[in-house]
């Protein structure tokens, strides 16, 4: 029988508001929220939340643990350590593994492994077999399992047809959405960078937000067509978000999402040819950053991930167009998220942990993440130091992969102790699995 | 200078020392002897992901010629994107004792990251589409032994072709303009870059309207591979739109002179006739290039003293 845990001091902050109050769990659930609690017996294990706002645990939509087949880069567990330290109580593991997710022995095997980690990870599923965009996967098969996110991720399903019968078989699984990575192959093939005045003057190859713009216009009609829930992956570009806009005016089954690097940083860093800023879709113009950041203010854009995708040091130390695209992103979010939305205005704490937490748990159907913090619920918690200042150091990064553009970044705001089901799981800023 | 990596990192005074320099080493090279010992014991090595005989062998005859010890590397990048990163393959040879490394990579900025990775200096001898300043070098030398030194203010230059996958022309504008020549850009739509925000060149869309204009006109290499998808046409309906034929080299001016860095498609953007002519300074680019190649590679090696 594990010990009560006591969250101590803090601000909590959920969907319903927040208040000062402390948190007693006991066997994995919370038991009490209320201002002043003692603990009931003097095993209970006491967790400082002074200055602190305690939340539910962060939800990301959206991360590559590379396991299976690239462990070298990444595997589930160490994956779901950064995810801790970053916050996160539950990861969707994106399915371009090898092999990939497209089969329920594979789902099976990582769910397995993901129960032994310091997060829940949560598979997601192939839209097609082999994430080659023309057979359907086992949709119903990985359902049964538990998959809710179905995704080609890494590749977009290019085909109107394949993507329309996905939207159209999805109906029937109750709390399946079908999750597009929007580049439309034929403009973006063989591009490196966003095509715009810096890939212009570098002579690389641009993938044009064209290319997401045209894919994210023929889902949202497809989306209604079929009356499938589609669900934008990393949004990046200005154009695709007043799409998104429209659309959900239109009261259509559309979601979004964007990634930190996409409010942060743009193409302009690709001048260094450091490829640690190389990602699909690409760092794109101040213009499009602004268009996110508004994205995000106005709720068009549900929900913030990280896109987390390690690769090994070889495999960035290559020239810039030949390197794989992709960059960490579980231990930096929170604190980006904190330092450049938060601290500026542009969304209030209480917003931004909805674009973090409960907003990318209602679209993974993730009953028990996202809060509230009420008693009776699963214990997933997330407490966050906003005032404490750090710089992000690749070497102490808990990934197995050091390629974060953010080496040397000077961000505000850490996750001092993280809750699963109970369980300190970070506590102090340290892993404890 | 520790590298030379692209136009852009140059001042004037830093182009117009070079092209003094390449003028002494011209002068060099045109000796009994075209030999110095300015570069004796320092090795020069070539690291080359991509074929370019020529190039390779203007390097390497610019470096025997300063009396340096040379040493080639050719890698198929499709062989070394399986196995060693660009990384090791580059702490490998300057672990053999290198004072320069001349990259060619068939990537852009491929020279500016291998720069950041060793204690030689680099070369770039061409990386992608960005950059290929020896190429922008020689045609300057050309240029002003055409025109005399003060010749490049207000020089008025049209480059013509496939402005979007050359890296000739990204060197060459900002190596033009920087000297003060008026650059004009003509291509079809598809072979423009997607952007010339922040290039100082005008476009026209109508060769024939410029070509009278013009004191220089540079022309690109068309590639097979661009006709192949959807970027041209045909061959027959490029040449008759920017093509310089017989017909067109007769409406320029009677000194316009007529570039090419080669290899040429002879009857594509280029008349043979017009390439014999002696409008055409093809085979002087080609001379130069080995005394602006000795400039660089004496420059970048800090000698520092007197040309022997």
Redesign the interface.
Known sequence: MPDDVLVKGGRVVDASGERVADVLVRDGVVIEVEAQLEPASPAARVLDAAGCVVAPGLVDLHAHLREPGDEDAETIVTGARAAALGGFTAVVAMPNTTPPLDDPAVVASVLAIGRASACDVVASGCITKGRRGEELAPMHELHQLGVRIFTDDGDCVADADVMRRALEYARSLPGAVVAQHAEDPALAQGGSMH???W????????R?AAAEAIIVARDIQLAELTGGRVHFLHLSAAPSVELVRAAKRRGLPVTAESMPHHFTLTDAECA???PVFKVHPPLRTADDVAAIKAGLADGTIDAIATDHAPHVP??K??????APPGMLGLETTLALTLTELVEPGVLSLADALARLSWSPAGIAGLADHGGPIASGRPANLCVIDPALQWEVDRARLASRSRNTPYHGRKLTGRVRHTILRGEPVVVDGVAQR | MKHLLAIDDLSRAEIDGLLDLSESFIEVTQRDIPKIPALRGRTVVTLFFEESTRTRLSFETAAKRLSADTMSFSAS?SSL?KGE????TVQTIEAMGVDAIVVR?P????A??VAQWVDASVVNAG?????HPTQALLDLVTLRRRLGRGGFDGLRVVIVGDI?HS?VA?SGVQALSTMGAEVTLVAPPTLL???????PVVVDDDLDSVLPEVDVVYLLRIQRERLAGALLPSQREYTSRYGITVERAARLKPDTLIMHPGPMNRGVEIAAEVADSPASTVTEQVANGVAVRMAVLWSTLGSGGQIA
């Open positions: 095509e715009g005045a890939s212009s003057r570098l002579g690389i190859q641009g044009p260094s040819f450091d070889q495999a130390e290559q020239p810039f167009e030949q | 990048t994107t990163s660009l990384l090791d990579h990537c852009a900025g491929a500016h990251r990386d992608g589409r960005h950059q979007r890296r990204r870059p997607e952007s010339l925000e922040g290039w």
